[in-house]
């Protein structure tokens, strides 16, 4: 996180899968020098960690769910490494479910052997449950908890990721724009008309870069704690997506839509 909000402390322990993750990254940094895609992963790992501190340090969790947390933070996209060596995209449809690729590394490296089972179910659980375009019902409490400080602590890290890469004068990066047509004016009506109905967006539906603006803005829709509505709100991601939106009047009614919907939320 930039400055300012406090992190929830470390939990003792915690420094050996801190070293972990820089180990099992650095591999990957040693094969693929030079890609800037395996850097973007591994601070978007780092930063999604802290993301989840700051949030917990607002809305404190017990002991083993703070720990689970943490860690499904950390974890949730190791599997983005050798997805990427694999494919060479971050695209799940063209490659595979990068959830459970990081589900699978992390069992098959035994990164969280030793721990307590209920940590251990709590944050593998979280971790396939990140990218699920909405959490199932009927989740235990502590785990729709532990996935959804985990989903809000990704989507704003990925909010800042893509609002650089989206920048004017970004270099482009088809990786990161997940290979989508970089067409000014264009977007899929279909994207912005579950906008302004309130549903998520489907990244299987997105054709341009605009419809990935959209699907980004639809997640105000989908943030589970106060501290990350408070965060998006506070980083005025809404404004500054639709300030790189097509001027029209639908979507001016989207922003206003999606600005009273972080409003709504505030406190809840
Ligand atoms: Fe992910």
Redesign the pocket.
């Known amino acids: 996180m930039a400055q300012g909000p406090a992190l929830a402390p470390l939990p003792a322990g915690f420094g050996r899968y801190l070293d972990w993750f820089s180990g099992f990254v650095d591999g990957y940094a040693a094969r693929l020098a030079g890609d800037p895609n395996i850097a973007v992963k591994r601070e978007h790992s780092r930063r999604v960690f802290d993301e989840a501190r700051a949030i917990l340090a607002a809305e404190p969790a017990p002991a083993t769910g703070t720990f689970a947390t943490l860690l499904a933070a950390l974890f ?2 190791v599997g ?1 490494f050798p997805q990427y060596e694999r494919y060479r995209t971050f695209r799940d449809a063209d490659s595979t479910d ?2 459970r690729l990081s589900h699978l590394t992390l069992q098959r490296e035994k990164v969280l052997a030793g721990l307590d089972p209920a940590v251990r179910r709590l944050a593998l659980g979280a971790v396939v449950l ?2 699920r375009r909405s959490l199932p019902p009927g989740l235990a409490p502590a785990l729709a908890r532990a996935a959804g400080v985990v989903r809000d602590a ?1 989507k704003l890290d990925i909010m800042r990721v893509m609002l650089a890469q989206l920048a004017p004068d970004a270099p482009a990066n088809a990786v990161v724009t997940l290979h989508l047509a970089d067409e000014p004016g264009a977007y899929t009506p279909a994207l912005l008309e579950g906008l302004l109905a309130g549903r998520l967006g489907d990244y299987g539906r997105m054709v341009y870069v605009n419809d990935f603006k959209l699907l980004l803005l639809s997640w105000v829709h989908d943030l589970s704690t106060a501290a990350a509505r408070r965060a998006f709100a506070e980083r005025g991601f809404v404004e500054r997506l639709f300030s790189l939106l097509p001027r029209t009047p639908d979507m001016a009614r989207a922003a206003a839509l999606c600005a009273a919907a972080l409003k709504a939320g505030e406190g809840g």
């Open positions: 949730h996209d983005r990068h959830a990140h990218n990704d």
